[in-house]
């Protein structure tokens, strides 16, 4: 399952991520990941929490993304839900990038394959959203 939280800045995208992944902490019977960009959750999330910073990796594509999300996965099979923070920011690419749907259907596939929820934020107006990625609204 795959959920996105959109819009432009100051709209409380990461205030919903921060309360979503505290309440995660309690509730998931295994382990929760959130990738940011940047380290501007460090202090606002449980401890219990992996967090773990896209630039110390230098993920820049969603090839690379991908590889590291499987690799996640490989080395702890426990994980329930992955957090990813400012998405297209991680990648570098602008939010109506087709490569963007496409990602998003690949965690999808790959979330229920494994077990995995995803919740992912994107900065940026709904309205340069495809269809493709409102179904995940």
């Keep these: 399952m795959v959920r996105v939280i959109m819009g432009v800045k100051g709209t409380g995208k990461t205030k919903q991520m921060i309360e979503l992944i505290n309440s995660a902490a309690k509730s ?21 929490i992996r967090l773990v910073e896209a ?16 690799g996640l996965h490989a080395g702890n099979y426990d994980i329930t839900h992955v957090f990813v923070e400012s998405l ?12 963007v749907e496409q990602f998003l259907d690949w965690l999808n596939l ?3 394959k494994n077990g995995i929820k995803f919740t992912v934020t994107i900065s940026a107006d709904t309205s340069l959203a495809s269809d493709g990625v409102k179904k995940y609204f």
């Design 28 to 48: 998931e019977a295994g382990s929760v990941v959130c990738i940011e960009h940047g380290s501007k959750l460090t202090y606002d999330i449980h401890y219990q």
């Design 55 to 70: 630039k110390e990796y230098a993920i820049s594509s969603f090839d690379m993304l991908k590889g590291f999300i499987s």
């Design 88 to 99: 297209t920011k991680i990648v570098g690419v602008e939010a109506e990038d087709p490569s």
């Design 110 to 112: 790959f979330g229920e």
